[in-house]
C-alpha cells in the first residue's frame, strides 16, 4: 500500500502544514495579502479565484444553487445546505446542557447565552451579572468611588450633572432641538443623527459594494448580505435573518398578527412600512420621484426600478442563457422557463399559468 506523502511546507505564521506546494503558495496569499484577481465591475481585489467568484454574484445577483424542493436560489452553497434542513429537519447542533437541538450554529451560540450569559456587566469593577436585578444590587458597594448611579440601568456617575443627563434617555425629557424640522431629542448625538436626514450625510460606506448608510448600525447589517451572516433566528421554525427586525416582523407569520391597518380601508398589514406605502393609494402621493423624467413613485424600490429604464443596467443574469434584466422579479419569472415551473394556477379548471398577470386575464373568461 502506497505511504501517505509527508507534509513538507511549513506555514511559520500560523504553523500549519501542506503537502502540496500549490495549497501552500495559495495559503501563503492570506497572510501576505496578495490579491491577484481583481473584480471587473468594481475594482476590488481578492487573495483567491474562488472568492472572486463569490464577490461578483453581488453584482450579477446570480444564485446558481437551486433548492430541490421549493426552488429557492441561493448564492452560496452553505446558504443552501442550511436551508436545506428546514425540509428535512435535520438539527445538528444540540446543546450539552439541556440537549435542545438548533439548524445552525449561531442559533446554538445564542440558546447557550441562556446558560452562559453575564451581560450585566459592572463598569467599576468588571463583575458579571446574569440579571440585571443582580447588578442593581451590587452597585451600592461601590457608592464611596462614583456616588451617584442610574437606578434604572446602573451607569455609574462621579458627579450629579453628568447622571442628570443620562436620565434624560429614561424621563423622556428633549432639550436637543432641529432647526430646520422642530423635532426634538433627549440626546445631542441622537440630533446629529436626525440631522443626516435633511443633509444627506452618509459617512458610513460598504468597502463591497459603495453604499453608504447614515447610521454605523445600517452599515453592519448591510454587509450581512455580503457575508451570508444571519444571526437572528426564528425559535419556531429556525428561519435566519440579518437584522432582528425581521425576525420580528417573520414572527407574525405564524402568529397571524396584522397590528397594522389603514385608516382609509381597514386593510391590514404585518409591517408598517407596507401600511405606509399602501396609505399613498388613497392619497395619490408620491415622495420618490425620477431626476430624469421626473416621474413619481409611491416605494423607493420603484424608483430604483424605474432609473434602469433610463441607464439601460440590467444587473440580474440568468446563469443558465446569460439573459439580462433590470429586475429581479422578472429574472425569477424567467428561470421558471427553464424549470418548467407554472406556480399560478385557475381555481375554477386547474390551467396553471407562468405569470400571475397571465392567469389574471384567463379568469375573467369565467367571470365574464
Known sequence: MKEPSEKTFFCEECSSTFSKKSAYANHMKMHRGKKSYPCEICGRFFSQSSSLKMHTRTHTGERPFQCSVCRKSF??????????RIHTGE???????????FMQKNQLNSHM???????HQCVVCGTGFSQIQLLRSHMPKHVEENPYYCEVCCAVFSHKDEMNNHMQMHTLEKPYRCEVCGANFSHKFKLKIHIRKHTGEKPYA????GSAFSLKQSLTSHVRIHTGEKPYFCNICGFAFTRK??????????????????EIC?????????MKSHTRIHTGET???????????????????????????????????DTAF??????RVHLQKHTGARPHSCTVCGRTYLEKSHLTRHMKTHTG
Open 245 to 262: 427586525d425581521e425576525v420580528n416582523s417573520h414572527m407574525r407569520t405564524h402568529t397571524r398578527e396584522r397590528p397594522y391597518s389603514c
Open 287 to 321: 415622495p420618490y420621484s425620477c431626476e430624469v423624467c421626473g416621474r413619481g413613485f409611491t416605494q423607493n424600490s420603484n424608483l430604483k426600478s424605474h432609473i434602469r429604464t433610463h441607464t439601460g443596467e440590467k444587473s440580474f443574469v440568468c446563469d443558465l442563457c
Open 266 to 274: 381597514g386593510a391590514e398589514f404585518v409591517q408598517h412600512s407596507h
Open 206 to 209: 460598504c468597502q463591497v459594494c
Open 91 to 101: 438539527k445538528p447542533y444540540s446543546c450539552n446542557e439541556c440537549g435542545v437541538a
Open 75 to 84: 448564492s452560496m452553497k452553505s446558504n443552501l445546505q442550511i436551508h436545506m
Open 113 to 119: 447565552q441562556m446558560h452562559t450569559d453575564k451581560s
Open 326 to 331: 433590470s429586475r429581479k422579479e422578472r429574472l
